[in-house]
C-alpha cells in the first residue's frame, strides 16, 4: 500500500523560505515520477512541479518557476520541495503525488498524500 507523508509546512512571512518534504513507502520510490500539487481555500487544485523518474526532467507551473526547486533523494524515498520567496498567493496545502502533472493537467487525487499547511503572511 501506497503511503505519502508530507511535511515541513507551516506559517512564514512573505519573501522567506520553506522546504517540504515528502516520504514514500509501499512502493519502489525510484521507479515513480513525482509532483507537487496546491490546493488553496474555496480554489481548485494546482499543479506546481514535477520530476521524471528516468530522465530527472524537472517542470514548473510559471506561477512558480525561477522560485520553487523539486528534487528527489531516490535512497531515502524521499521528495523534496524547496520553496523560495514566498508570497501570499502561494498559501494552501501542498500534496505530494506519485504521478506526473503539467499545466491543466492534475495527478489523480487518489495519488496524492495528505499534504502539509503553507500559510505566508503578507
Known amino acids: 500500500q501506497v503511503q505519502l507523508v508530507e511535511s515541513g509546512g507551516g506559517l512564514v512571512q512573505a519573501g522567506n523560505s520553506l522546504r517540504l518534504s515528502c516520504a514514500m513507502s509501499?512502493?519502489?520510490?525510484?521507479?515513480?515520477?513525482m509532483s507537487w500539487v496546491r490546493q488553496a481555500p474555496g480554489k481548485g487544485p494546482e499543479w506546481v512541479s514535477s520530476?521524471?523518474?528516468?530522465?530527472?526532467?524537472?517542470t514548473y507551473a510559471d506561477s512558480v518557476k525561477g522560485r520553487f526547486d523539486i528534487s528527489r533523494d531516490n535512497a531515502k524515498n524521499t521528495l523534496y520541495l524547496k520553496m523560495n520567496s514566498l508570497k501570499p498567493e502561494d498559501t494552501a496545502v501542498y500534496h505530494c503525488?506519485?504521478?506526473?502533472?503539467?499545466?491543466?493537467?492534475?495527478?489523480?487525487?487518489?495519488?496524492w498524500g495528505h499534504g502539509t499547511q503553507v500559510t505566508v503572511s503578507s
Open positions: 503525488a506519485s504521478e506526473t502533472g503539467s499545466t491543466g493537467f492534475i495527478p489523480t487525487r487518489g495519488s
Open positions: 509501499g512502493i519502489p520510490f525510484r521507479d515513480y515520477s
Open positions: 520530476i521524471n523518474a528516468c530522465t530527472g526532467s524537472i
